[in-house]
């Protein structure tokens, strides 16, 4: 066979100005010949596909999607990345705009949006808002919810000539640098490029893996012939189910149920059946093709109805009727609850299965160091930890052999907050080759991999006296859950735990069932099972104001949660400021002047939510150890291990603080609100801080980005740490002055003597001097969620948390009423986030969630067809809100203060996604007139329900 | 997925070119190549060698002659937008080249692809057709001009030969008295296919409609031309009630697909209420237009 078949030419290309000579192939993709080959890894690849636009560079001054060219038409063209719009480390006003605007989160789709931008004000310096959204209307982003980035575009010359601060929003002046809109800590480097995520790492000598996924949804593995494959030259190692472990993995200890690569049984369409690792992507992808697998096809079911079913085809034996979960809870007796009410009303819902899609595809590089005993892996995880700790059980080696770094995430949303096959391939297959491996997934392989938000087939009924006031509510769902565990077993019981958050409800009784059908498994997404419940139960509690003609406002304000209550499923909420978001968003959204007054066609609606600030209980039980050297454990209601845990050193000339911590950097601004909390607690400014998330083996163990948790956990342990480095260094100072710790004061890089205005120092020289004499100064924290959270039932610690969110949304739309199309025009939310501690990124956050709830009410789902495969799994099928659909947006945050989080905050990444389907489903239903209660809410739907009425 | 190892070839005039199609009969016509690179990416299309069309620049001009346009068939949906020429005749065409994908695609993507590809929910070719554009087809052997019309055999199918590239589409300058206008519906406001659109036009002589089309898109294996429905209309005095009787013959004249993003039922609802809104437009169109 020939070794070399493929024609290089060598390519002339003109890059940011200078000259590269590079040897091309024909087929090869500007976005491939720039990340592979120029190194130039500012130039993201989201879709590969010509959608997402994070692969946007401009060619002779206009944007286009690099991975729509190749590389052979671009000779001779003058092509700009992000790396050449900084001149001579002065970044250009516009990507100044992007820092201090809060355009940026997670800066995957950063550089392509600034290139887009760049384009449009170098034509035109002064563009209209719509001017605006036309220009970025081909790169999507799903943090910003686009607010921050059209605010900056539009104020992009008041960067001109100096920096200036932030549109200035609820500065807080009790403090000096929490409560402050102050620009995030990785923002810059974002917008230039330089910020490294996963995929953009080069590691030499590496090699690149592909991954073979089942083409039938359940079937036997009969053969796998891959000698074929195996004598392409360049192929290293192909690995199936024979050369994997025996142990499963996966989220719930009591139900790991996946192995690495099927063992003998495939599940679903994109089960992973085998792994190519080969010199490079490209060989690896062609040796897939020439693995022969035989399959033995078994009968498949697809939705959890039919799964139910006698007879019905079984996907795991451990699971007798496909029931994966069921949960039974009965708080109160709500049969007296009904019996007591005036009005009854029961109602069925229909969830999607929506998908995360962040725009950064997960990626994962392992290699082993220390003559081959450590295993190093690099993903794009918003939990290392528990990736960690799954890696430490499937290859059986101690948790202290493996080094998990963990770069920024371009966006999470739960998608990637467990181990990934690549995870566990890459580690496998670079221990057996002993090369680094790197593996990526296509956006494809992303849907296949799924672990999107479970369909829920909801059944709920309410019982209310004439005023209102809930006297029981009761419900059923099944969740659609796929072919394995995943994080379903939580989402199960997440599903009913947190409906009685928001309002008093005396008598509760939640049924769910999550079954298992022969789809790619759902898990965790923002909001974790909690989004279409909450969407059921708001409409259906408008929809009984609306009979019993009490405001939709009102009833809420007569049920609502009020603080320091035990609620019926013993959950402790204590700030609670849930009626101050009901009064303030009808108040800002004029609710009364438009509720029942708007035209046909217009309408007006609202939705609450709230989330935990972070989960009480770890996912797994015991200490932190490999599984295998685990006795079994009752659970027992306390935290086992501290969830958060943070160190900072100062550094030997006082000037600085490294704070270490694990948190994950997945766009939310845990780098940028934990920097800021550091700073406060240390009393110095925030650019002396700086914080090192990314290495295990430098930074202690924090549960990472799931669960709302980092502000609250994370910042306690922060200011633990931070208090701990005062302590010492008050010691040192107080000895130098002769008084106590206690009259000491640090503040604005100083420490004072309280009463003794003529004593101060440099808070540096007083650091530097307790090197000098001590050596390092280094403090430790800790936080572990408070002791006996939760009741005394079965799955009494999902839905536990030191603290809840509140919201409420109002959304205003408009629909046409001949072809059902809706556009949504705006949002007023409020949030209770306690403290903000840095408010625009609770602007932020807000703003992100409501275009991407927006966006799963009214377009986005995985849709099959009846073999299993997905019909959609592109960006350009799979609809995700453009810059065009999404709506004015004004975010307000209410005074609360939460006494168990660190200056007062609570959580918002999660809970500012609950209200927004309720809301916009009844600005919907407001607007046209008729109920949808099955998600998505297209136009479609809304025609069909429209004749309908009209039929009547 | 990463291409495959495809030869490259990038002629520089249209008579080289047109030997390459003869002499490569595995090689693949690529114009703005935003939608082959996608469909060899996915490994929908195969190819061993692609002949590029982007250094040739006499398939790049717009230019009028006598009192039609003739725009190169690579001439950008960016470059329609920003023409003069074509915002002063063909204002339509202009909102047909705005409502495609992506500012980023648009300066990349050709009329020439747009057409020649043959997809069935294509932007531009409802609106060529109602302005009866044709096209020019050439060969190392010959030359002919066809009726855009007439060009579409089905879905990606055309009666372009292999050896045969579409060099450029002719469209006439309309007469006095006429409106043309296009309405296209998708399930986002950026980046989405038409669900189903509706390009109409209408020609008026003393207030009566001398000569009207309509042409809808997305629900037929080929652009359609609504014969019954642009009948219906020639000969009668524009009124709401014509119009209503034209898209509802419209709604029936329409053969969509269900997919995944419609249902047949509401690709006609929209034909109808779609055939109804641009007749109106294209009247006021007609109504403003001396001529």
Excluded at chain 1, 149 to 156: D, G, P, Q, S, T
Excluded at chain 2, 28 to 47: F, H, N, P, S
């Amino acid at each position: 066979m020939e070794e070399i078949k493929k024609q290089h030419r060598l390519l002339l290309l003109k890059v940011n100005g200078e000259d590269h000579s590079v040897a091309v192939q024909g087929g090869e993709t500007l976005l491939d010949v720039v990340r592979d080959k120029l190194r130039l890894t500012g130039t993201k690849k989201g879709c590969n596909l010509g959608v997402c636009g994070a692969c946007t560079v401009l060619l002779n001054g206009e944007p286009k999607n690099s991975c729509l060219l190749l590389a052979a038409e671009c000779e001779g063209a003058e092509i700009t990345t992000i790396e050449g719009i900084a001149q001579e480390g002065q970044l250009h006003p516009l990507q100044r705009a992007f820092i201090n605007q809060g355009a940026i989160q997670c800066g995957f789709c950063t550089p392509g949006m600034v290139l887009s931008a760049l384009a449009l004000i170098e034509d035109n310096p002064n563009p209209s808002e719509e001017e605006i959204k036309e220009a970025l209307s081909g790169n999507l982003c799903r943090c910003t919810g686009y607010t921050g980035i059209i605010r900056a575009v539009k104020e992009w010359r008041k960067y001109l000539k100096t920096e200036e601060p932030p549109s200035p929003s609820y500065d807080l002046d009790k403090f000096k640098t929490v409560g402050k809109s102050l620009p995030r800590v990785d923002a810059a480097s974002k917008v230039t490029g330089q910020a490294k995520f996963t995929a953009d790492y080069y590691i030499e000598n590496m090699l690149f893996g592909k991954i073979l996924h089942s083409p039938i949804p359940h079937g036997r593995i009969k053969s796998i012939d891959a000698k074929k494959a195996l004598s392409l030259p360049g192929v290293k190692l192909i690995l199936t189910g024979q050369d994997v472990p025996e142990i499963t993995y996966g989220v719930s200890p009591a139900r790991y149920d996946e192995h690495v690569l099927a063992k003998e049984v495939v599940r679903y369409v994109g089960d992973e059946v085998a792994a190519v690792i080969a010199v490079d992507e490209e060989t690896a992808e062609k040796a897939l093709d020439l693995i022969q697998v035989e399959y033995e096809e078994l009968p498949s079911v697809f939705s959890p109805m039919e799964a139910l079913q006698e007879g019905a085809p079984q996907l795991h034996d451990r699971y007798k009727n496909n029931i994966n979960t069921h949960v039974d809870h009965h708080f109160g007796d709500v049969e007296k609850g009904f019996a007591e009410a005036d009005h009854v009303r029961e109602e069925e819902f229909v969830g999607n299965h929506v998908y995360q899609n962040p725009v950064e595809p997960h990626a994962s590089i392992a290699y082993w160091e220390n003559d081959g005993s450590t295993l190093v892996l690099y993903s794009s995880t918003q939990v290392a930890h528990y990736v960690h700790y799954m890696l430490a059980r499937v290859l059986d080696i101690p948790l202290g052999k493996i080094r998990v770094i963990s770069p920024p995430v371009g966006g999470g949303f739960g998608g990637k907050a467990e181990t990934t096959p690549l995870d566990l391939i890459t580690a496998l297959a670079s221990q057996k080759t002993g090369r680094p491996v790197k593996m990526v997934y296509s956006r494809q392989e992303m849907f296949l991999h799924g672990r999107g938000r479970h369909k829920q087939h909801m059944k709920f009924k309410i019982g209310v006296k004439k005023d209102g006031k809930i006297t029981a509510f009761q419900s059923r769902i099944y969740l659609d859950g796929g072919a394995y565990s995943s994080f379903g077993v939580i989402t199960a019981y997440y599903a009913g735990s947190m409906i009685p958050t928001l309002y008093h409800i005396p008598n509760y009784r939640y049924e769910g069932f999550r079954i298992m059908t022969n789809k790619p498994a759902c898990g965790a997404m923002r909001g974790h099972g909690t989004p279409q419940p909450r969407f059921a139960f708001e409409c259906l509690l408008t929809m009984i104001a609306e009979d019993l003609g009490i405001d939709p406002v009102e009833i809420r304000l007569r049920n609502a949660m009020d603080p320091n209550t035990r609620t019926c499923n013993d959950l402790d909420i204590r700030s609670c400021e849930f009626k101050k978001t009901l009064a303030e968003a009808a108040n800002k959204s004029g609710w009364k002047q438009k509720y029942g007054k708007l035209p046909p066609g217009k309408g007006i609606g609202i939705g609450c939510g709230g989330f935990v600030s972070g989960a009480g209980y770890a996912i797994y039980r015991g200490q932190v150890q490999r599984s295998s050297e685990k006795k079994p454990e009752t659970f027992a209601k306390k935290a086992m291990f501290p969830h958060a845990n943070a160190i900072v050193k100062i550094s030997e000339d006082g000037t600085a603080a490294v704070l270490l911590i694990q948190a994950a950097e997945i766009g939310q601004g845990a780098l940028t609100v934990l920097s800021q909390m550091c700073a406060e607690a240390l009393g110095i400014s925030l650019p002396r801080v700086r914080i090192r998330a990314e290495d295990s083996d430098l930074s202690p163990l924090d549960l990472g980005a799931y669960s709302s948790r980092t502000t609250l956990m994370g910042g306690n342990a922060v200011v633990m740490a931070s208090n701990d480095v005062l302590a010492k260094l008050f010691a040192l100072v107080s000895k130098m002055w002769n008084c106590d710790q206690e009259e000491l004061e640090a503040r604005d890089n100083q420490i004072f003597h309280k009463k003794d205005k003529s004593k101060t120092m440099e808070w540096a020289e007083a650091a530097r001097q307790y090197f000098n004499d001590q050596g390092p100064l280094v403090g430790t924290g800790w936080y572990k969620p408070p002791e006996g959270l939760g009741g005394d039932y079965k799955g009494a610690a999902v839905g536990t948390s030191p603290a809840f969110s509140f919201s409420t949304s109002v959304c205003e739309c408009s629909v046409d009423l001949e072809t059902g199309k809706v556009s949504i025009e705006k949002f007023a939310d409020y949030h209770d986030c306690g403290t903000p501690i840095n408010p625009q990124a609770v602007h932020a956050q807000v703003e992100g969630a409501i275009v991407m709830g927006t966006g799963e009410t009214i377009m986005e789902e995985v849709v099959y067809d009846k073999k299993g495969n997905i019909l959609n799994p592109n960006l350009h099928d799979y609809l995700l809100m453009t810059i065009k659909d999404a709506p004015e947006i004004f975010s307000g945050i209410v005074d609360s203060y939460e006494p168990q989080g660190p200056y007062g905050a609570k959580e918002v990444g999660e809970g500012a996604t609950l209200p927004v389907l309720a809301a916009v489903a009844h600005a919907i239903a407001n607007a046209a007139g008729v109920w949808i209660k099955e998600l998505p809410i297209t136009s479609e739907k809304i025609l069909k329900a429209l004749r309908a009425k009209k039929g009547k | 997925m990463i291409l495959p190892e495809i030869e490259y070839h990038a002629p520089r005039t249209l008579a080289e070119a047109l030997k390459l199609l003869v002499k490569l009969k595995e090689a693949r016509i690529m114009a703005g190549g935003t939608d082959l690179l996608v469909e060899l990416k996915q490994g929908l299309v195969e190819a061993e060698a692609l002949i590029s069309l982007q250094n040739i620049k006499e398939l790049k001009k717009i230019e009028k002659k006598d009192q039609s346009l003739r725009l190169g068939a690579m001439v950008t949906p960016q470059e329609i937008i920003s023409h003069p020429l074509i915002k002063q005749h063909f204002p339509a065409l202009v909102e047909a080249a705005k409502s495609m994908a992506s500012p980023q695609v648009r300066s990349l993507a050709t009329i020439g692809g747009n057409i020649a590809s043959a997809v069935p929910s294509a932007d531009l070719p409802p609106t060529l057709i109602a302005a009866e554009a044709s096209l020019e087809l050439q060969c190392t052997e010959s030359f002919r001009e066809v009726n855009l019309l007439e060009f579409f055999t089905g879905p990606r199918l055309t009666i372009c030969r292999d050896e045969e590239l579409l060099i450029s589409i002719l469209i006439p300058v309309p007469p006095p008295k006429t409106g043309i206008s296009f309405l296209k519906f998708s399930l986002r406001e950026a980046n989405a296919l038409a669900v189903a659109s509706v390009a109409s036009r209408i020609t008026l002589e003393n207030e009566v409609i001398s000569q009207a089309s309509v042409v809808l898109g997305a629900v037929a294996p080929s652009p359609l031309l609504a014969l019954k429905a642009s009948e219906l209309l020639e000969g009668k005095k524009p009124s709401p009630s014509l119009f209503e009787k034209a898209a509802s013959i419209a709604k029936d004249e329409a053969s969509p697909i269900s997919d995944i993003r419609s249902s047949i039922w509401y690709r006609k609802e929209l034909i109808q209420v779609l055939t109804r809104r641009s007749l109106a437009e294209s009247l006021k169109r007609a109504q403003k237009n001396p001529g």
